[in-house]
């Protein structure tokens, strides 16, 4: 889901806890330049609580990943 008020940035959910910052750059960085990462952690156990924000460079790079990515399972990443 793309947010209105940062059209290059999305919301990404339904994470394996396993999900790491490296693996959400491979996956979604074929769609364009991402300009910051951030996954959603734990405070006690460091992994992932199952949501992270990706802003792309270009809004529309993240509408093409949005379009692409949803409801697909990657690797070791699920998008609802």
Do not use: H, Q, W
Not at 17 to 38: A, M, S
Not at 65 to 70: F, G, I, Q, S
Request: net charge negative.
């Amino acid at each position: 889901m793309v947010e209105a008020d940062r059209p290059g940035k999305l919301f990404i959910g339904g994470l394996n806890i396993e999900t790491n910052e490296k693996t959400l750059e491979e996956v979604f960085g074929k769609y364009g330049r991402i300009v910051e990462v951030l996954l959603m952690k734990d405070g006690e156990t460091n992994k992932s609580r199952g949501f992270a924000f990706i802003t792309f460079e270009s809004p529309a790079d993240a509408k093409d990943a949005a379009k692409d990515m949803n409801g697909k399972v990657k690797e070791s990443i699920k998008i609802f």
